[in-house]
């Protein structure tokens, strides 16, 4: 039971990713994309969570975690940036 759960969280989060890579390209206005990236970055994150259960190696969490610290900074740098057109 618990590889028929795996396998369908797997491919239901390869379904996700490539809509927001999708998302990502064909919106057209920046605030959009800014959250479409932000999507496909936690997507990211959710895969490499299910990958480390899956191999059972704390690796792959610590990765998971800096992938989504950046990607919360970027987030933050890029709305400031498209809100004020300046970083700091």
Request: hydrophobic fraction near 60%.
């Amino acid at each position: 039971m618990h590889e028929i759960v795996f396998y369908l969280a797997f491919a239901w989060m390869t379904v996700l990713l490539v809509v927001g890579v999708a998302a990502v390209i064909r919106l057209r206005s920046t605030a959009g994309r800014i959250l479409a990236l932000d999507m496909t970055t936690l997507i990211l994150v959710a895969l490499l969570i299910l990958y480390a259960d899956a191999n059972r190696s704390p690796y792959y969490l610590d990765a998971a975690l800096v992938l989504s610290l950046l990607a919360f900074l970027a987030t933050l740098g890029l709305a400031r940036y498209h809100g004020e057109r300046k970083i700091f």
